[in-house]
């Protein structure tokens, strides 16, 4: 078996475990590791801070990119794709706004582009996607796909007020210093556009979505919603309508016991719905070692296939103001909800909890779609 | 796109699901279809009785298999490999026995051979075994991978004795006229070979396991333990011990809640635990569209990836008695039985109800694995 050539960029949290993971493979040789300083690594790995090492090297075959961002992420993953080099990347952000452009480049120099890590860090879910679940037409995909805000909502039911709840994730690692991506619902919305897009073959750009994230969201109403037998997850859900994509990311309301509820930790959950069933995937949404297997199966499947798979013809499908198929009712607090409990209990409620309204004295407001 | 011709052995239900699936794919055609009698069909599709039509023609790529049973289909598989044609199979009898055997045929004449069908039906477990979650070594490997027992137990739960519930599952078309693989827990027992096969590079003869079926479970246990609140299903385990693997099919009771007792219908659930964490996947076990959407996926994989994969290295490990690993008890149904209740609540107790010894007169025996 040849040996194969890893330029990797990044040396963070994933790109540890991406070098733990592939010192088990012995035809698989990290040629080149890209930092932003050398000195700040005790490593024994062939470091570098010159991205030309890696793009003009002609032994290096796989480019595995953990950095993240758009800029220069997205210049190096093209160019390495112009040279004739695949690519596995775990960047969401990259992939979510350019991935149909990069997927064309890649087919166009007949390599590979994989980016299994970008969404469930350690699920099998986006190659599962593309070729098992699409066999028949998919109507939906839902998911938790964002850990963090599962702590944050935890710790706030349990009655701590949001600031505090996010003061503790950071201090024990699990929300970034700035939160904004993961407690905006940005994240989740990134996510979603790439399920979406693999799902319907019409890449969605997350602006043109109704995108709602947690900062809004009260402890009391989580405390009270617990009491009533509810619980509250950052929920990212798209829908295949005849002439449009269905595409919210929202706090939204499921009854205690639901699978999103009992997420331990970063566990992730995304849902396929389609004519052959509901097909649920459960499994690590972050990690080094978790998202580090994603981007291992990449290299393998890279390695022993083409990488000119049939070109997914992507249709360009309108974003539906999902807002519009929300109908919106305030309910005195102190009051039993009954409508909500009904609404949840009649076959498979969908509820949101619209923070964009300002919150009237002594009112919550609810949204719910019309059935 | 060059067109793909199949000739499909088989025309039952998955079949049909599979002639449906594929008439979606223009450049997918079906151009023979192998049945024991052409005038049981009434169909405008090329049927034969002569399975030589098929492995003799030179047009056809690919032959998909949804007959069933080891004689004649393993026979037709290997020869069609032999011939130069990929086989995709939907055959878990087949795959539990030769699994290996025409994995190493596949490669030696470089055509594809994939099976996913032969394991949760339309669910996506065995590629992403293969590939993603193989990617760290894999601990252990578990499931409900049969809905007839499910159907049963939940049936008796509510007071139906065994045979009534069997006669009810036959009625409804869940339980075959022998519904003996089913009820005897060897259905289950070849899904675990192969996912045990594929999950540890180590190739099980479930004959060497201990596989028990529900025949003996009792309608007042089950009626009993719901009382206290657990509930009971047929589960495969398979584990990685350090120079044997763990190997075990039998009726298993689980705290109410657990997402075994939740599972719909059809739906299976198989989990694979590794250093990376813990993966769910759940979705359609059964049902001729879901089955053909994993055959048609395996079809695709096939068109759009070289054959000859990097070869799994099967080991021969040593079957461990996994019964050694359990402990036996006997309790007065009468009184609560806290053991179990402890058991259960003290961490991923697993419990077994061992339904070959005697029942004592007002005693159930139970047993549980040794912490």
Redesign the interface.
């Known amino acids: 078996?040849k040996t194969t050539h890893i330029g990797l960029l990044g040396l963070g949290t994933v790109g540890k475990g991406v070098v733990e993971?592939l010192s088990h493979q012995n035809t698989v040789v990290i040629d080149k590791v890209l930092v932003r300083d050398v000195t700040h690594h005790h490593s024994n790995l062939p470091l570098t801070t010159d991205i030309h090492e890696i793009l003009d090297n002609p032994d290096i075959d796989i480019v595995v990119e953990v950095m993240g961002g758009i800029d220069p992420a997205y210049e190096y993953l093209a160019t390495a794709l112009q040279k004739g080099k695949s690519v596995v990347t775990a960047n969401k952000e990259v992939v979510a706004r350019f991935g149909p452009k990069l997927m064309a480049m890649a087919r166009e120099h007949r390599q590979g582009f994989l980016f299994?890590a970008s969404v469930g860090g350690?699920?099998?879910i986006l190659?599962?996607l593309t070729?098992?679940?699409n066999?028949?037409p998919i109507h939906a995909v839902e998911g938790v796909v964002n850990g963090t805000t599962n702590f944050i909502l935890d710790q706030m039911e349990q009655g701590m007020d949001y600031q505090a709840a996010l003061q503790r994730a950071q201090a024990l690692g699990f929300a970034e210093q700035d939160p904004s991506a993961d407690v905006d619902g940005w994240d989740s919305a990134r996510k979603l556009s790439i399920l979406a897009g693999l799902a319907f073959h019409s890449w969605i750009d997350a602006e043109n979505g109704y995108v709602k994230g947690i900062t809004e969201v009260r402890a009391a109403h989580l405390h009270r919603l617990k009491e009533m037998g509810f619980g509250v997850r950052l929920v990212a859900r798209a829908e295949r309508h005849p002439s449009s994509i269905g595409f919210v990311v929202a706090p939204t309301v499921y009854p205690l016991?639901h699978?999103y509820l009992k997420l331990a930790g970063s566990?992730n959950a995304i849902g396929i719905f389609?004519?052959?069933?509901?097909?649920?995937?459960?499994?690590?949404g972050a990690?080094g070692?978790?998202t580090?297997?994603?981007i291992?199966?990449d290299i393998?499947?890279i390695?022993?296939?083409?990488p000119?798979?049939?070109p997914i013809q992507f249709e360009s499908l309108p974003v539906e103001n999902i807002n519009d198929a929300y109908l919106i009712f305030a309910e005195d607090p102190e009051r039993p909800l009954p409508v909500i409990a009904e609404a949840l209990k009649s076959g498979p409620g969908y509820l949101i909890l619209p923070y964009e309204l300002p919150h009237e004295e002594g009112f919550v407001q609810y949204r719910y779609r019309a059935k």
């Open positions: 078996m993971a299994e350690g699920m099998p190659d599962a070729w098992h679940l066999a028949t016991g699978r566990q389609s004519d052959a069933g509901t097909t649920w995937i459960e499994g690590p990690g070692l978790a580090a297997t994603s291992v199966s393998q499947r390695r022993f296939s083409v000119d798979r049939d």
